[in-house]
């Protein structure tokens, strides 16, 4: 049931969750958009929306938005949440000794906006419901681990430290009402909503980063601990930028790669592996600290030993350099590890380091180039149903009747026929329906020539 009334305030969400679940554009006119009635917490423009989206998503959120129920483990509790009791086991002093591994809780000093939630905290339930969120909670776990260690990085400038630990919080609920709240607890909506916030959000994260890292460059910090806490921060902090960009490369991957060199595909990191490693990280440090060389050894494959990309001469990889703008005091003790679109080592030879670093970004750069233009070409051809688009370029099939949806196949539209036959109509509004083969394949090319005009600009 849809209520007659507002007010916006309310709600988690400020459009109709309908409309950008299926990317239509938003009605102007905004004096139907009507929130839902029991909750409170979410809009819609019209009984249609609010009926798709309810089937789709909300009926299995809306009695523990509105507070009438509460999920397992979605309510932090410290007699039963498995975090702190490991930090009661340990004890407040161990805690703060440098050579104590154990990380704290991450929720015990929050006070979100929501104390319900649809869905179980990763923290209580052992299962994060994405990469990001499980992100998230670790950087604050690190940051409260620094504080209490007296930690240079932490002492040095705690007020951008706390801001930090503050703003992780914010877009860590901001992820869960755009990814969670709106898509559901599962598949590639949610990962692409909650990617999109993450690489919105990284920008004013990577700035406290780098102020903290500008005054540790000026003392020419160098770090002790073996378990080299701020150095582990920052590299979960560009898996979440790189996140973006491996949206573009699972959807580029799917539309169609052109042919590579050997070389080039000998380094080339694949979806697959990204999110692979991306996985293992959090695992290593899903309780506690771990020497910074074990996350140096998770990231070369088990094996320190490499051999460059110039000169091919066996090294033992001491350093990982993810490169992003985040970057701005780097310790380089050695040879190190290129780690995003390519995975490849420089030795840091007098005859390697930059001449070599400078191919392997060069190779970086023209994948990310790549990506992106696939994934507008991709973009207007995401199945409305599975969320991805159309195997090798299949530009995917429209519903004949209502128009206002694209299937990758007969079994996509199959599916989602158990709703959409509940809300499918002919005459639905213009800004709902979804052009022809030709007018998508043309929006998509469109998209990719004014990506490369943007690009040969800005570079």
Known sequence: NMAAALPKKESVMKECCNCDYFGWEQPVDKTNVQQCSKCKKILYCSTQCQKEHWFNVHKYQCKYLAKLKVV?????????????????ETGVVAMGRQENPVLGCALVTINFAVPHYAFPLGELSGQFNSKADATYSLMVRILFKMKRINHTAWVIDPQSNQKLCNQLYVYREECWTAGYVQHGNRGPRLKMAVCSVAYQVIGEIGNLIKNIDQRLELINFKETNQFRPWCTLKLLANFLHQSLGEQNRKMAERVGLPEMSKGLLDIRVTSDRFNGLWQQVLDTLHHRLVPYTTLVEVFCGGKLS??????????????????????????IGGPLLVFGNVSAVSCEGPMCSEEVYEEIMGHASYLTTLYVRKCCEGVEYICDYCGLPGIGGNVGRRCSRCLTKVYCGEECRDQDWVVHKLVCREGEEERKRKGGQ???KK??????KEFQRVYKKEN
């Open 72 to 88: 397992p483990h979605s309510v932090h509790d410290e007699a039963t949440c498995p975090d702190c009791k490991v930090e009661a």
């Open 438 to 440: 030709g007018a998508r």
């Open 443 to 448: 929006k998509g090319r469109d998209y990719a």
């Open 306 to 331: 490499k051999a460059c990309y110039g000169c091919l001469m066996e090294v033992t990889v001491t350093e990982v350099l993810m490169p992003t703008y985040l970057e701005v005091y780097v310790e």
